[in-house]
């Protein structure tokens, strides 16, 4: 079983995705031959349909997944049965799952301001500074190197994000303040030149994608707050909150690096003044018809 999942890396790797996002990928093809050599005793290439159904069946059972990550194990099981198998893949025998779209939580303005401005660590708060105030991924602030803050031009360069192409951010004057006072609380010789955020014990290397979850967790336990706020979280309240004060769809589309609009409309749903600024038309007829009937 090892050589397929092996193979399946490689493939995968062909693609030109990350190191992290191909471990991610394996981990439910290893999911499915460790299923295989425990439950069925069989080889990849002699399993029916009807197993791999069973597979999808059971994995859902025992690990509780979600339709939407379950769609994501299907389209993992097809890639590797087209290019480690090299057999066909029939989208009618293992159909993919509907799953119910939700709206995420987004904090008030005075909440995203109160939740920021009250981070104690300062390393952290420079971080989420920046999550909020240019609308970045985690894996982008993680990925910041210290050229990239280009305070001349009041702009931040982002070198192929998720879809693989590089943008311009905007650079607020308060987050170039708080990157300041970050970089300046570091002795002289040891101030950030390469990677903006690092690795506490290895300099050299770029902050882990754990460290900055843990700690916003932590702040919310502080301020006594549901725990609802993740790293993306300030990425939709920044497009949220740029809708709130005026900022056309457009805009915040190319601010936010999105490939389709249709990706940006969530946040007329997420506003305050979004939909619910709209007026219902019985209530216009009712104010220009009542009493006339």
Known sequence: MDNYLNSYREMISLRGLTHHTVTSYSTYISAYLDYLSVFLCKDPQDVSWQELRDFIRWLQKVRSLSDRTMNAVISQLRFFTIYVLHKTWDDSQLPRRRFDEYLPYVPSQKDTWTFISTIPD????????????????????????????????????????????????????????????????????????????????????????????????????????????????????????????????????????????????????????????????????AGEYRGRV
């Open 122 to 285: 300062l390393k952290v708060k420079a971080f989420v500074t920046l999550l909020y105030s240019a609308g970045l991924r985690s894996c982008e602030v993680r990925n910041l190197k210290c050229p990239d803050i280009e305070h001349s031009n009041k702009r931040i360069f982002i070198r192929q994000a998720k879809n693989r192409s590089s943008r311009y951010a905007i650079l607020s004057d308060t987050a170039w303040d708080t990157i300041l006072e970050y970089w300046y609380s570091f002795p002289a010789g040891a101030r950030p030149r390469d990677w903006l955020f690092t690795q506490q014990r290895d300099k050299t290397r770029p902050l882990n994608h754990e460290h900055i979850p843990h700690h916003i967790a932590l702040h919310e336990k502080r301020l006594g707050w549901e725990h609802r706020i993740s790293c993306h979280t300030f990425r939709h309240a920044f497009g949220t909150h740029l809708y709130e004060n005026g900022t056309d769809l457009l805009t915040i589309k190319a601010l936010l690096g999105h490939k389709s609009i249709t990706s940006t409309t969530i946040y007329v749903h997420l506003a305050s003044n979004g939909t619910t600024c709209a007026v219902s038309p019985l209530d216009r007829l």
